[in-house]
């Protein structure tokens, strides 16, 4: 984000001006912006306010009102989907947000949803008769080697 002119500058460019001089004439001896400096000038002559004024602005999350209430439905249900929080949202509070949006906001209230990793079998006995059985494979599909099922050819 730029930064605001300098005080000395604001300063500079207003005096000119109540002395005497047109805005736009001080504006292009000072090398700043028509528009700006007839702003800086109508506020001080306004208000009397010559310093800069804070840049920019907080961006809220629309979510952040319903804070409780995703926090609680999660509490109840911890393995709601994102998809499901999105239906929730909108049929009980007739919040509509993107899925990013709702991602990136539990992202910051200290929830992720991975995906778990699968667990070792209990037992190192085969649960298929297809396995089971000497020289069957037990899988349907075959890939190549470094291929896995989604990047190998049809």
């Excluded at 800086?40 to 310093?51: F, P, T």
């Excluded at 667990?119 to 190192?124: E, G, I, L, V």
């Amino acid at each position: 984000m730029p930064q605001p002119y300098s005080q000395d500058l604001r300063d500079r460019v207003i005096e000119a001006a109540f002395s005497g001089k047109s805005v736009r004439g001080s504006a292009a001896q000072y090398n700043v912006g028509v528009a700006t400096a007839i702003v800086w000038v109508r506020r001080a002559r306004e208000s009397g306010e010559r310093s800069a004024r804070k840049q920019g602005g907080t961006k809220r999350c629309k979510l952040e009102a319903h804070r409780d209430y995703l926090l609680g439905l999660i509490g109840e249900t911890p393995d709601l989907t994102i998809s499901e929080l999105l239906e929730q949202l909108a049929a009980e509070r007739d919040v509509t947000v993107s899925r990013s949006t709702l991602w990136e906001y539990l992202a910051r209230c200290g929830l992720t949803f991975k995906k778990r990793l699968p667990t070792r079998a209990s037992r190192p006995a085969p649960t298929s008769p297809n396995v089971a059985k000497t020289g069957s494979n037990g899988n349907s599909t075959l890939t190549r080697n470094g291929s896995s099922s989604s990047t190998r050819p049809g």
